[in-house]
């Protein structure tokens, strides 16, 4: 009886030590705090440009590869290119949403939401694309406003492509008066007003319609890039270009907040280190390499370039000072800091000029 009883009170104490030991177990935290409940993450990479294009062979698959090792493979990245997750204008909101880990495409194909990162498509500003995307990244860093436009994402790297000149077939374009009442293909809402500011008429068109319509005069002169000579063999079709840096198209590369959030302290720490402006130059450089590309074709087969400095540089500055001024007034009546985010951006011009020189 006495042993009997002995035996019950040792079961006891040892389902009563098992329930302790289980209910402890159930209650520790999978990890230290901020840590992921997931150790691994394969992100869900979207994107506007082609497979092959530079962005994701050199930049994205680069930040890809370094993620990887230097996470010990706990973060590995899935790639859907040429908006195969959803248009160039919807690639914001699917990181806002996390229908995409991580989101790139143009701020101008959102158009209205972001005003403040518009400066960048003021004439005159970019001269190269690392130049401009690294006047993108300091204003970013340094200017809350800009910052509070990109709030619901976790941005990565904002950059742009090299600034667009003015091509055409038939019209040598030197002075501003040379463009009144010139057909002209524009890029973007600031490039219409850019082109009407000078009493010319905007046509809003895609890339891959430009050949055919300067071939045929559907249009007079077009507002593109240099690489788009060498890419789109614009070259051929072109036969003086004016160059004055008119404007330049900004873009992003955003996370998903959740996302971030989900990582550990240390992947945190790793992605962190990854990103910002030297990506963003990085980036920008790629545009660049291909806008030499597109000169030099362009040279070669015969056209004529008109680089405007100097006296007739003064001229289209001038001319366009209404559209630099219409930018600042109306970024000022929405609350921001117009004119010191501007002036900042010319300081920023000058310095890297300088240095670079």
Not at 56 to 78: R, W, Y
Not at 128 to 135: G, L, P, T
Not at 283 to 288: E, F, L, M, P, V
Not at 340 to 345: G, H, K, N, V
Request: hydrophobic fraction near 40%; aromatic fraction near 10%; include cysteine.
């Amino acid at each position: 009886m006495q042993n009997s009883y002995i035996r019950n009170c040792v079961l006891l104490i040892m389902s009563l030590f098992i329930i302790l030991v289980l209910t402890s177990c159930a209650n520790k935290p999978s990890s230290k705090p901020g840590d992921s409940v997931e150790e691994n993450h394969n992100l869900i990479v979207s994107h506007f440009q082609p497979g092959n294009h530079p962005i994701q062979t050199k930049i994205l698959d680069g930040l890809a590869d370094d993620l990887n090792e230097q996470t010990d493979g706990s973060i590995t990245m899935e790639f859907y290119p040429s908006n195969t997750l959803g248009d160039a204008g919807s690639q914001y909101d699917m990181a806002v949403t996390r229908e995409a880990d991580i989101a790139l495409s143009v701020h101008g194909y959102s158009p209205g939401r972001f005003p403040l990162v518009t400066i960048m498509e003021l004439p005159f500003l970019a001269e190269s694309a690392e130049h401009a995307s690294e006047i993108l990244m300091t204003l970013y860093e340094e200017f809350p406003e800009m910052q509070e436009e990109h709030a619901d994402t976790y941005p990565l790297f904002l950059f742009s492509a090299e600034p667009a000149q003015i091509i055409s077939k038939d019209f040598r374009i030197e002075t501003p008066e040379d463009i009144k009442g010139l057909r002209v293909r524009s890029p973007s809402p600031m490039a219409n007003n850019i082109i009407e500011t000078l009493g010319a008429t905007p046509v809003s068109m895609p890339m891959g319609d430009v050949y055919e319509s300067l071939e045929r005069g559907v249009i007079d002169a077009a507002v593109v890039p240099f690489e788009s000579l060498y890419n789109y063999s614009f070259h051929e079709v072109t036969n003086y270009i004016t160059m004055g840096d008119f404007s330049a198209t900004p873009f992003f590369s955003v996370m998903s907040k959740k996302t971030y959030e989900n990582f550990s302290d240390d992947d945190q720490f790793v992605l962190d280190n990854l990103i910002g402006k030297e990506l963003a130059k990085e980036a920008g450089s790629i545009y660049d390499v291909d806008g030499k590309k597109g000169f030099e074709t362009a040279i070669e087969s015969g056209a004529e370039v008109i680089e405007l400095e100097g006296d007739a540089l003064i001229q289209w500055k001038k001319a366009l000072e209404p559209v630099v001024n219409e930018w600042i007034e109306e970024r000022t009546a929405e609350g921001y800091p117009a004119q010191e985010i501007y002036d900042r951006a010319m300081e920023l011009k000058e310095e890297l000029s300088d240095r670079e020189e």
